[in-house]
């Protein structure tokens, strides 16, 4: 079996405190997660806790947008947030992804890293495809939008 682990991050001109709760609610992903324009369509639900530890989130789309779920595991004030990934459609798959913060320059490095193992049909599809080319560009443009997204929001 074998593992793989996508990591991009970027210095956003904030402090932790303004950057985190766009990150530690799924309510706030649409204004900045890469994945929210790929089915305009796609159905969306949220359930548990509004933010942190317990918030989950289902999303049922398109072919491309695929189904599957998240759950915040662990969440730390301005710190780290941990997540559940599952991928149900168009396969099975348990992705954790976690987001960290930390103080750099005038701003915080936002940090954004998913791991998973090739298994099942999974194996044959590492042979084509490199998972850290695939999910990398989605991943630096979900944190240019996460910059964007703080910068719009009120004072």
Do not use: C, Q
Request: charged share 20%.
């Amino acid at each position: 079996m074998s593992t793989y682990s996508v990591t991009r991050s970027t210095v956003i001109p904030a402090p932790a405190k303004d950057v985190f709760p766009l990150v530690n609610s799924f309510r706030g992903w649409p204004k900045w997660s890469p994945w929210e324009s790929v089915d305009p369509d796609m159905k969306r639900t949220y359930s548990g806790a509004e933010a942190g530890v317990g918030a989950k989130y289902a999303w049922s789309g398109n072919r491309k947008a695929g189904a599957g779920t998240m759950e915040i595991v662990e969440s730390k004030e301005a710190d780290v947030v941990r997540i559940r990934l599952e991928f149900t459609k168009p396969f099975h798959a348990v992705n954790p992804t976690a987001f960290t913060f930390a103080p750099e320059g005038g701003g915080t490095r936002v940090t954004w890293t998913m791991v998973g193992e090739h298994k099942g049909i999974g194996k044959v599809f590492a042979l084509f495809m490199n998972m850290d080319k695939m999910v990398g560009g989605d991943f630096e443009k979900g944190l240019a939008s996460l910059a964007s997204a703080v910068g719009s929001r009120p004072a």
